[in-house]
């Protein structure tokens, strides 16, 4: 049976800076609509942010950058209503300019198969 569930899909403020990192991908039997995906700067400083969506055995790199050096200004948020569809292997993937400067949440639907 087909199931759908509201949720935050993932969450990440990485650490290390310039290290692009999963912040979700559908486990296997699952697909995922993400409906809004937002980057909050918690520092004061100005960052700059990276958001690539990738296919089974794609890198994070500029053919698949979605986001590329987004500037977020300090104690700011960025939001953007993305209704991303990804399918079990595919993923979002985030990095920072700025290692724990940036937050990075994706909101929507898992889809159990």
């Known amino acids: 049976m087909v199931t759908e569930v509201r949720k ?3 969450k990440k403020r990485p650490v290390a ?3 692009p990192e ?3 991908g559908p486990p296997v039997d699952s697909e ?3 409906s809004t995906l937002t980057i909050t700067n918690v520092t004061e400083d100005i ?3 990276r958001i690539y969506v990738l296919q089974s055995g794609d890198v994070a790199d500029l053919d698949n950058a979605l986001y590329y050096d987004l500037p977020i200004t300090g104690n700011d948020t960025f939001a ?5 569809a990804l399918k ?3 993923k979002i993937m985030v990095e920072s300019e700025i290692g724990g ?3 990075f949440m994706a909101f929507g639907v898992e889809i159990n198969l």
């Open 32 to 34: 995922a609509v993400t």
């Open 80 to 84: 953007a209503t993305v209704g991303l």
């Open 47 to 49: 960052s700059k942010a």
């Open 8 to 10: 935050i899909l993932g």
């Open 88 to 90: 079990a292997g595919e």
């Open 101 to 103: 400067a940036l937050n």
């Open 17 to 19: 800076a310039g290290t």
């Open 22 to 24: 999963d912040l979700y």
